[in-house]
């Protein structure tokens, strides 16, 4: 499996991107540091260029608003039927010019987020086969399988080409693409993940798969070392000496199953006792985890906020680690520094020193500017392309922050985070009483507050949904924003990278990985 190499002109490119995006999102900060909800109480229809609230409140369907959002579906999103569709909306509306700059900018400096090889839609087949697929499906949703499943097979590839048999997969969760690893590509692997209550359910799994695996003789009585799992919050300072002791932990001995009950104790006492001795023998295998001569592979599958960009700080900064995998998520949660201070070292974003250079990469460190990359774009684009009736709750959302701001409540989160079921069908009195309920408010909206805001709903809601669509086309930005910081913070350190898409993005959005092999 080859990925393409960064390059000294690559790299150019990358930074002239970068530039590009960093001068065009300034343009936007006031849409990216806001949200739909506040529509109508800090006035964003007016901060629109005029010819834009003109197409979103009169001309545009939903289908010319779903033109403005990427289509990793269909092939004709590249070559010239993509041209000519950029400029022919759905609906045989004329789309202001500057929408169509707009829609031009925000996919020519977006990434490449299609997948090569579409994968099975029904999600049922499996690359390493589909014998072997009742093993490991246990407590493992489609989207999940379809993520670990296509994992395995590139970390696989990686390691086998570099001579790498050793594989620390980091916030790994319940185990799943360990045990594929471990049970179907033969490699070593040592999770890390900080709930402490995942690891040992990860360890029953890894014993059912295993059981179930030489009941129906499908090791052929070859020796499989299982994943040794360690419960360990990573913090960002962390040092490369201290990430070296992490996984020189035992662990594999603590027997954190359920205690057993009275009257089963003694027929498994000896049971209990044999397994714990088999799991010592094989956790001294992985006591020297990273030898300072022995490879080692640095995965993280969709490692929240930190976590993903400290697991790439200790990639740089290990010997040992020769192969890395990133694959982010929640970018919300990354800590941003202030310039000059202290903390700059460990933060979450910048990270390079080309972005912490740029003069705008502040605007990108709110919760709402990070918030935005984490979106599922394709599932929203296909709502809009089906009128579905639930595009409603934008308005009625944003209605209903007119009754709390004029009541001087309106920053709290939890009234960001409001949700009330099937809202657009509810008769909005119905709704705001409901709302002002649960954020344990007295009810006293009047009459003609409620007339006021079901005309707002009637006469905006298309606007509103407008204003959401233009907000999402922005977000594959910010995710390029972040992402091309993390390659380039490599790239400052000596070590060529790439951003792959590895998932589909039509079931996993946050599906680009950053691949790196230490040469």
């Not at 022919?88 to 929408?99: K, N």
């Not at 790994?172 to 045990?179: M, N, P």
């Not at 033969?186 to 995942?198: F, G, P, Q, R």
């Not at 972005?355 to 979106?375: A, D, I, K, T």
Request: hydrophobic share 35%; aromatic share 8%.
């Amino acid at each position: 499996m080859a990925f393409p190499s960064l390059t000294c002109q690559s790299v150019c490119t990358l930074k002239k991107q970068l530039r590009t995006i960093d001068v065009f999102l300034c343009n936007y900060d006031w849409l990216m540091n806001s949200y739909t909800t506040d529509y109508f109480t800090l006035d964003l229809e007016k901060k629109f260029p005029s010819s834009f609230s003109e197409f979103l409140l009169k001309d545009g369907s939903l289908n010319d608003l779903a033109s403005l959002l990427p289509d990793w579906q269909s092939d004709s999103s590249q070559g010239d039927n993509a041209k000519a569709a950029e400029t022919t909306p759905v609906s045989g509306a004329v789309l202001p010019l500057s929408m169509i700059a707009f829609r031009s900018l925000c996919r020519s400096l977006s990434l490449n987020q299609k997948l090569g090889v579409v994968a099975d839609e029904s999600l049922g087949a499996t690359v390493f086969g589909g014998s072997l697929e009742k093993y490991f499906r246990v407590c493992v949703k489609a989207k999940k399988k379809h993520e670990v499943d296509l994992l395995a097979e590139m970390l696989s590839i990686l390691c086998k080409s570099q001579g790498c048999e050793r594989v620390v997969d980091i916030g790994a969760g319940l185990g799943h693409l360990s045990r594929l690893l471990s049970y179907n590509k033969n490699l070593k692997v040592t999770t890390v993940e900080a709930t402490d209550s995942h690891s040992p359910k990860a360890q029953r799994l890894d014993r059912r798969a295993e059981s179930l695996m030489t009941k129906h003789n499908v090791l052929d009585g070859s020796a499989v070392a299982q994943p040794n799992h360690i419960s360990h919050w990573i913090e960002s300072s962390i040092t490369t000496e201290e990430f070296i002791k992490l996984l020189t932990q035992d662990t594999s001995c603590e027997d954190n199953s359920p205690l057993p009950t009275a009257t089963s104790m003694l027929s498994d006492l000896s049971n209990k006792m044999t397994n714990m001795l088999i799991d010592c023998d094989s956790s001294q295998s992985q006591l020297s985890a990273c030898d300072a001569e022995e490879p080692v592979c640095l995965s993280g599958l969709h490692a929240c906020g930190d976590l993903s960009t400290t697991i790439i700080r200790v990639f740089a900064g290990l010997p040992c680690a020769k192969v890395l995998s990133s694959v982010g998520c929640c970018y919300m949660k990354l800590s941003c520094s202030q310039a000059g201070s202290t903390s700059m070292e460990h933060s979450g974003f910048p990270m390079s020193d080309f972005v912490r250079s740029l003069p705008h990469n502040r605007n990108m460190c709110s919760y709402e500017s990070l918030e935005m990359g984490c979106h599922f774009i394709s599932q929203y684009r296909q709502r809009l392309l089906a009128s579905e009736p639930s595009l409603k709750r934008h308005v009625v959302r944003a209605a209903l922050q007119i009754l709390l701001y004029r009541r001087k409540r309106k920053s709290e989160i939890q009234f960001r985070r409001l949700k009330i079921k099937n809202s657009e069908q509810l008769p909005f009195k119905e709704y705001a009483e409901r709302a002002f309920k649960r954020l344990g408010m007295e009810y006293d909206v009047t009459s003609s507050e409620i007339e006021e805001c079901e005309s707002l709903i009637e006469s905006h809601w298309r606007a509103v949904v407008g204003a959401y669509t233009v907000r999402l086309a922005l977000a594959p930005l910010v995710e390029a924003y972040i992402l091309i910081d993390r390659v380039l913070y490599l790239w400052e350190h000596g070590i060529s990278s790439s951003l792959v898409p590895v998932f589909d993005p039509r079931i996993s959005p946050r599906n680009m990985a950053i691949v790196a092999v230490k040469s």
